[in-house]
């Protein structure tokens, strides 16, 4: 059964700095994986979408990357802003278990002025 | 891009009384809708599966005669809460997947139910 667990929960960094969110996953047979951001009380906004065949995919200042052999996978945000604060979700779709998607416990990032 | 309606946004409704929530495909075939639950400051858990014309699966501990899932078009999925109660109170997110899309999924702007 797949689980997808993120680290850190929250993370507090000042404006302009790079910075790392991790996500892993237990079952390797992943089909896709996605990050999404979700602002307060809104729904989800689908940054990036790896697919099983891909490494890593690149979209302005995020790149995420993929390594299903150590069922990793990280969010890279470049030169940070407080725009860009916000909780931020990965999830896994795994072949054997119908197309679902499960979701990280997400990290809440929040970018000081 | 892929497009997901949800409606409501948001919902308050009495103790006892259905409230249903319905997501929308807007320029793609959803052979796949997936509803979601969000209680504050936790994930999305999974609620069930539901393919075009067939019975929704439902996640283990999710009651399927409370919350009645339907996909009768590939264009539209509906979650109705019956018999709501204050517990029922959460925030309901839908997902789509399907032909023409890019295997990812699209989420719905999600509902905000409180039952009072």
């Known amino acids: 059964k797949q689980e997808v667990t993120q680290i850190p929960a929250a993370l507090s960094v000042p404006e302009g700095e790079n910075l790392v969110l991790n996500c892993s996953f237990t079952d390797s047979a992943i089909y896709n994986l996605q990050w999404f951001r979700q602002d307060p009380g809104k729904g989800l906004t689908s940054l990036l979408l790896?697919?099983?065949?891909?490494r890593e995919q690149t979209s302005g200042r995020l790149n995420a990357s993929l390594d299903k052999s150590s069922g990793r996978s990280t969010l890279y945000i470049a030169a940070s802003q407080p725009g860009d604060s916000a909780t931020y979700l990965c999830a896994g779709g795994a072949y054997n278990q119908g197309g679902k998607l499960i979701f990280g416990q997400g990290t809440e990032l929040s970018v000081k002025p | 891009g892929a497009v997901v309606s949800q409606h409501p946004s948001w919902v308050i409704c009495k103790s006892g009384t259905s409230v249903k929530i319905e997501c929308r495909s807007l320029d793609f075939q959803a052979t796949t809708m997936f509803w979601y639950r969000q209680f504050p400051k936790q994930s999305l858990m999974l609620m069930a599966t539901s393919n075009e014309g067939s019975k929704a699966t439902y996640e283990q501990g999710v009651e399927k005669d409370k919350f009645l899932i339907n996909h009768a078009s590939l264009t539209l999925s509906t979650l109705t809460v019956t018999s709501a109660h204050p517990e029922d109170s959460s925030f309901y997110i839908c997902?789509?997947?399907?032909?023409?899309?890019?295997?990812?999924?699209?989420f719905g702007s999600g509902t905000r139910l409180t039952v009072v």
């Open positions: 790896i697919q099983s065949s891909q």
């Open positions: 997902s789509a997947s399907g032909r023409g899309h890019d295997y990812g999924y699209t």
